[in-house]
């Protein structure tokens, strides 16, 4: 059956998203621009009319996941087509930016390949599709928010009690080792009035938790409502207002556009949660030069200091490479002793992947990849130690917990600490339902989740 031939509203779209916060949003935001095209959100692969693969290039393995996802596709596409059903392939996200027509030189069945920018097009594209294949990969004039609809309230209901909320993209930063400034562009702060008004929809609907996002999101620089240039604080304030928003988050951020407002925001905000993903990637002046990340180990020392003296109970996380090229073992030993200094509650880390078209793949002394691995299993190592300690410390105390979903057992709801922590609690006392931010004492701790005891079946707020 042709997708001329079936009724608005039969059809079905599959949509994964690999990688960052930004491309589960854009998915969550695809899905609600198909909705309007009569589209239903199915998670199996093999009943969906339309396949969306929102990819991620920050690794070559990334790639290499895509393009193999894309052969298992192509045979449900030809095994859908021997029952007379059409399939769609969609590429979309950094891969499809950065790759473009390639994609469908490697793979001849995607229909259409749609870039981060453009994704508000898809009803017209998949039109197009329809007689031709089709690429699109512009960063088009119109800014793509203006043609998102509203979240829908029953979507966002499914989705969850929290919610990403992108209010930047791109990123000005050109750090040697990443393809963002290429394939998401340069740095574009969302107006304010835009953001709250999605903002207030998502809290309508049931959201408690708003995490707001974007590539280097602290270099947030949107037009207020007062036509002036209002920075990240400012927004978090104001989000701040919103009732039903319990809770707000941001991520993620460069150590150079923490200025004392924000830092001060940890303080005087009690909505912002205590706990702040900083990546540095590396602990060696050397290699943080090198990499063009523009500050040294003891700034990013230094603003971790700040934040704490703002917020003691703050908690950090972060992202590290290891293997960059040049990386001595004296610069990786400053890394851990940077890892040491913080001891931060969760670890992000990776072995360099040189990536086309950043200015470090062409560098000599690529690190030898044996030593890469020794690297990344040591440094996990040492995180892991920290991570549980954290974790070890919260054993005896008292703290409050958004319920977020069913928890691993019947009868159990499991929520997230301030620092993001999953809490397993029994919730067959009842009263307590997900939303509720409710008080608890921890009892125990597992490799992944702590135990806690509800206080009381009463909400917080
Ligand atoms: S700041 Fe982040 S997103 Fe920007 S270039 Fe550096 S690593 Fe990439």
Same mark, same amino acid.
């Given at each position: 059956?042709?997708?001329?031939?079936?009724?608005?509203?039969?059809?079905?779209?599959?949509?994964?998203?690999?990688?960052?916060?930004?491309?589960?949003?854009?998915?969550?935001?695809?899905?609600?621009?198909?909705?309007?095209?009569?589209?239903?959100?199915?998670?199996?692969?093999?009943?969906?009319?339309?396949?969306?693969?929102?990819?991620?290039?920050?690794?070559?393995?990334?790639?290499?996941?895509?393009?193999?996802?894309?052969?298992?596709? *192509?045979?449900?596409?030809?095994?859908?087509?021997?029952?007379?059903?059409?399939?769609?392939?969609?590429?979309?996200?950094?891969?499809?930016?950065?790759?473009?027509?390639?994609?469908?030189?490697?793979?001849?069945?995607?229909?259409?390949?749609?870039? /981060?920018?453009?994704?508000?097009?898809? &009803?017209?594209?998949?039109? *197009?599709?329809?007689?031709?294949?089709?690429?699109?990969? $512009?960063?088009?004039?119109?800014?793509?928010?203006?043609?998102?609809?509203? &979240?829908?309230?029953?979507?966002?209901?499914?989705?969850?009690?929290?919610?990403?909320?992108?209010?930047?993209? =791109?990123?000005?930063?050109?750090?040697?080792?990443?393809?963002?400034?290429?394939?998401?562009?340069?740095?574009?702060?969302?107006?304010?009035?835009?953001?709250?008004?999605?903002? #207030?929809?998502?809290?309508?609907?049931?959201?408690?938790?708003?995490?707001?996002?974007?590539?280097?999101?602290?270099?947030?620089?949107?037009?207020?409502?007062?036509?002036?240039?209002?920075?990240?604080?400012?927004?978090?304030?104001?989000?701040? $207002?919103?009732?039903?928003?319990?809770?707000?988050?941001?991520?993620?951020?460069?150590?150079?556009?923490?200025?004392?407002?924000?830092?001060?925001?940890?303080?005087?905000?009690?909505?912002?949660? &205590?706990?702040?993903?900083?990546?540095?990637?590396?602990?060696?002046?050397?290699?943080?030069?090198?990499?063009?990340?523009?500050?040294?180990?003891?700034?990013?020392?230094?603003?971790?200091?700040?934040?704490?003296?703002?917020?003691?109970?703050?908690?950090?996380?972060?992202?590290?490479?290891? =293997?960059?090229?040049? #990386?001595?073992?004296?610069?990786?030993?400053?890394?851990?002793?940077?890892?040491?200094?913080?001891?931060?509650?969760?670890?992000?880390?990776?072995?360099?992947?040189?990536?086309?078209?950043?200015?470090?793949?062409?560098?000599?002394?690529?690190? /030898?990849?044996?030593?890469?691995? #020794?690297?990344?299993?040591?440094?996990?190592?040492?995180? $892991?130690?920290?991570?549980?300690?954290?974790?070890?410390?919260?054993?005896?105390? *008292?703290? #409050?917990?958004?319920?977020?979903?069913?928890?691993?057992?019947?009868?159990?709801?499991?929520?997230?600490?301030?620092?993001?922590?999953?809490?397993?609690?029994?919730?067959?006392?009842?009263?307590?339902?997900?939303?509720?931010?409710? &008080?608890?004492?921890?009892?125990?701790?597992?490799?992944?989740?702590?135990?806690?005891?509800?206080?009381?079946?009463?909400?917080?707020?």
């Amino acid at each position: 059956m042709r997708d001329q031939d079936m009724d608005h509203g039969d059809r079905k779209v599959f949509i994964k998203s690999y990688g960052c916060q930004m491309n589960v949003y854009d998915g969550q935001r695809m899905a609600d621009v198909l909705a309007g095209q009569g589209y239903a959100e199915t998670t199996r692969q093999e009943e969906a009319d339309l396949v969306i693969l929102n990819t991620c290039h920050i690794r070559e393995k990334a790639v290499d996941k895509v393009y193999s996802e894309l052969g298992r596709v *192509r045979e449900i596409k030809d095994a859908r087509a021997g029952e007379g059903k059409s399939t769609r392939i969609v590429v979309a996200g950094c891969v499809a930016q950065a790759e473009g027509a390639e994609i469908q030189r490697r793979q001849t069945a995607v229909d259409l390949v749609v870039g /981060p920018q453009s994704y508000h097009r898809l &009803p017209e594209l998949l039109e *197009r599709s329809a007689r031709r294949r089709v690429v699109d990969t $512009e960063f088009p004039v119109e800014d793509k928010f203006g043609f998102l609809p509203a &979240p829908d309230r029953a979507r966002t209901l499914a989705r969850g009690v929290t919610a990403f909320l992108t209010v930047q993209e =791109g990123c000005d930063k050109f750090c040697a080792f990443c393809v963002v400034p290429y394939t998401r562009g340069a740095e574009m702060s969302r107006p304010v009035a835009r953001i709250v008004a999605e903002a #207030e929809a998502l809290a309508a609907a049931g959201v408690r938790e708003l995490t707001v996002i974007g590539q280097n999101v602290n270099a947030y620089h949107g037009e207020g409502p007062d036509g002036r240039v209002w920075p990240l604080w400012r927004l978090l304030a104001r989000l701040a $207002e919103i009732p039903g928003v319990a809770r707000l988050r941001y991520t993620t951020s460069h150590p150079n556009d923490m200025d004392r407002e924000l830092i001060a925001a940890h303080r005087d905000l009690p909505q912002l949660m &205590p706990y702040l993903h900083l990546p540095v990637q590396s602990g060696s002046d050397r290699v943080l030069a090198a990499m063009n990340r523009r500050h040294d180990a003891r700034a990013y020392l230094d603003i971790v200091a700040a934040v704490k003296a703002a917020r003691p109970d703050i908690a950090l996380s972060s992202d590290f490479i290891v =293997g960059f090229p040049g #990386e001595t073992d004296a610069d990786f030993e400053a890394t851990m002793d940077l890892i040491d200094a913080v001891r931060f509650a969760s670890v992000y880390s990776f072995k360099y992947s040189p990536r086309p078209g950043t200015p470090a793949a062409d560098a000599a002394a690529q690190v /030898p990849e044996p030593v890469k691995t #020794e690297r990344l299993l040591a440094l996990q190592a040492r995180v $892991e130690e920290h991570r549980q300690a954290f974790n070890a410390a919260m054993v005896g105390r *008292r703290t #409050e917990i958004l319920l977020e979903r069913k928890g691993r057992h019947d009868g159990q709801l499991a929520g997230k600490t301030p620092w993001l922590q999953t809490v397993q609690v029994d919730a067959s006392a009842g009263g307590c339902r997900i939303g509720d931010i409710v &008080p608890v004492d921890i009892v125990g701790q597992s490799t992944n989740s702590l135990f806690g005891r509800i206080d009381s079946v009463k909400a917080v707020a």
